[in-house]
């Protein structure tokens, strides 16, 4: 039958051209024939291309060496998870020296509060927890999390 009169896209489906088919209407709407996620599927790596892993040391004191630089560089999330870290190992006093001091740096960090509020009970520091909620709810009254401080201290 003659398909010269039909557009591109559309041609009879059958197992050998299905395929084909979505590679052209793939490629018009997302400008890549084939989807991404199923580029590597079936393919296994060449051997030469598989490099020999470092020594363990070599490859530890890199870790170290990345994870002090990145405690080093006074990142909020890094100081966070940290805090994180101790809060969870019950070590509240290390993770309120920790988190007041990036509270101190940055009161408006909206991703430190709950966990600084947190701490705040835990120390049973209400003052500091009354005048931090009710400075931020002053300031910031459309944040939900300055309500969720100022709902902390009348739990």
């Given at each position: 039958?003659?398909?010269?009169?039909q557009s591109?896209?559309?041609?009879?489906?059958?197992?050998?051209?299905?395929?084909?088919?979505?590679?052209?209407?793939?490629?018009?709407?997302?400008?890549?024939?084939?989807?991404?996620?199923?580029?590597?599927?079936?393919?296994?790596?060449?051997?030469?291309?598989?490099?020999?892993?470092?020594?363990?040391?070599?490859?530890?004191?890199?870790?170290?060496?990345?994870?002090?630089?990145?405690?080093?560089?006074?990142?909020?999330?890094?100081r966070i998870?940290?805090?994180?870290?101790?809060?969870?190992?019950?070590?509240?006093?290390?993770?309120?020296?920790?988190?007041?001091?990036?509270?101190?740096?940055?009161?408006?960090?909206?991703?430190?509060?709950?966990?600084?509020?947190?701490?705040?009970?835990?120390?049973?520091?209400?003052?500091?927890?009354?005048?931090?909620?009710?400075?931020?709810?002053?300031?910031?009254?459309?944040?939900?999390?300055?309500?969720?401080?100022?709902?902390?201290?009348?739990?």
């Open positions: 039958e003659d398909l010269s009169n591109p896209d559309v041609k009879h489906f059958s197992h050998e051209n299905k395929y084909e088919a979505w590679n052209v209407s793939a490629s018009k709407h997302y400008g890549h024939a084939t989807p991404p996620q199923s580029r590597a599927i079936g393919k296994t790596p060449d051997a030469h291309q598989h490099k020999a892993e470092p020594d363990s040391d070599q490859k530890n004191s890199r870790e170290v060496n990345v994870l002090d630089v990145l405690r080093s560089s006074n990142n909020n999330y890094i998870i940290e805090a994180e870290k101790y809060y969870d190992k019950q070590n509240i006093a290390k993770a309120y020296e920790i988190i007041k001091s990036l509270i101190e740096d940055d009161m408006y960090f909206l991703n430190a509060i709950p966990l600084y509020t947190a701490i705040l009970i835990e120390l049973n520091l209400v003052g500091d927890l009354y005048i931090f909620s009710h400075n931020l709810v002053s300031s910031n009254p459309e944040l939900a999390v300055s309500w969720f401080a100022v709902g902390t201290y009348y739990y």
